[in-house]
């Protein structure tokens, strides 16, 4: 606190301090147990300067502006966002606790109770940045962990009065021991579990950190000498985590080095591969086109239009599912089949239809048309040949026919089923 000039007389000047503060808040006044200096004011700023601090609080920030810039280029790889929060938090926490910003002129109870409330949520961050690295799944105890920390952040920021402010802040101390230790430890043991990279080394370093922690914890509730070693401590947590990244650059970059050495040999091998599977398939593809000509050249007469009458005309209009093309001629293969002929029974010319659907299509729908047709074009020409058979009724025949077409289908025990119109004009 500077003496503005005009106070100051020529010769000897007497300095009062009158003490006051609330009676449940001990940090008030000559609280620390360090010595407290007199002099001239900008010595006395030039002396109180923690450089290490103002150096590790610039790169502190620069990392975590880095890794937060690095997660917005890439939103897949979460543990830069939760990593760089966590480093420029830390560097808030250091800056609120340098001397430097009380030149500022600020309400040190505002100064304080920031200190306190940015530690809630730099906790969490740590914890999820860990998590992330390392691919676990997310813990909902980290998750209820963190809702209470942003709880009791806004509570902090929000509470009048900064006795109330320490018991958070008590509150909060009992649960590092409590949750976050624990919590931590149980990442690092997946991590290892699973034989992370470099999980091993970033334990190392969070053991150093963690140990400085406590003893900060504990110097903030005895000790109250204003010296601290989180802001040193965590730079080995730092080098451990960029050791982590560089070798996960370098086994990428390895990778790509060696795919560029052998992308010749292995597009061409690949190339050759392909060309192999290719012939192959070709080579498969007209042996079924073969086989699916063939059974079209089967089904063809079996499809017959010979329906014979003035009275009667009878068309035929088929598409099959399956097209193909083999060698010179196109065609088509499917279960549908129409067949129609004309008849006599009793003396009477009679048109006899067939209009069938078998399961299936391509080649298991072609094979029940082939059994059908076969079937009705045999019962046809049984009853053409036979003069008793034209003697019968044409509801007789019809239903004699139908039958001996359901026995052979019965035959095949539910494997191939037809669906048939049949009939006689």
Known sequence: WQVPKNFMQANDNYLLVKISGHPKFDHTGFYLTKHYDFGL???????????ISLMLIGIYAVVGLYHLFLFYRRREERYNFYYGAFAF?????????????FENNWDTAIIQKFEFAILYPGVVFL?????????????????????FSYTICVLTLLCPEMYLAEYILRVWQISVLVCVLPLILYTFYLAISKKANNAKLLLTGFIFFMAAS??????????????????????????????????????????????????????????????????????????????????????????????????????????????????????????????????????????????????????????????????????????????????????????NSFVEMHKVFESFDGSMLISVVMGIL
Not at 89 to 101: C, E, N
Not at 128 to 145: D, I, Q
Not at 294 to 299: C, D, Q
Not at 338 to 358: E, W, Y
Request: proline content about 3%.
């Open 89 to 101: 938090i830390v560097s808030l926490y250091i800056y609120t606790r340098t001397s430097v910003i």
């Open 214 to 399: 406590i003893y900060d914890i504990l110097e903030s509730l005895f000790f109250n000498t204003g010296i601290a070693f989180v802001k040193y401590t965590f730079m080995m947590y730092i080098l451990g985590f960029a050791g982590v990244l560089a070798n996960h650059f370098i086994s990428i970059h390895n990778e790509i080095e060696e795919l560029n050495e052998n992308l010749e040999k292995k597009v061409e091998d690949r190339t050759k591969a392909l060309s192999t599977s290719l012939g192959e398939i070709q080579k498969l593809k007209e042996q079924q086109d073969g086989d699916y000509f063939l059974t079209s050249l089967l089904l063809h007469p079996l499809g017959a239009n010979q329906a014979k009458s003035p009275e009667v005309k009878v068309e035929f209009l088929i598409k099959q599912k399956k097209r193909f093309k083999f060698k010179d001629w196109e065609s088509e293969i499917g279960g549908d089949l129409c067949r129609s002929q004309t008849i006599h029974f009793k003396g009477r010319p009679m048109t006899v239809f067939l209009n069938a659907d078998a399961m299936g299509k391509s080649m298991q729908g072609a094979g029940g048309a082939l059994v059908a047709g076969a079937v009705f074009n045999s019962i046809i020409e049984r009853t053409m040949l036979s003069p008793s058979v034209q003697n019968q009724y044409p509801e007789r025949w019809l239903k």
């Open 41 to 51: 004011a900008d010595a006395l700023k030039y002396d109180e300067q923690d450089r």
């Open 127 to 147: 914890i999820e940045s860990l998590g992330a690295l390392f691919n676990n799944k997310p813990n909902r105890w980290t998750k209820y962990y963190a809702y």
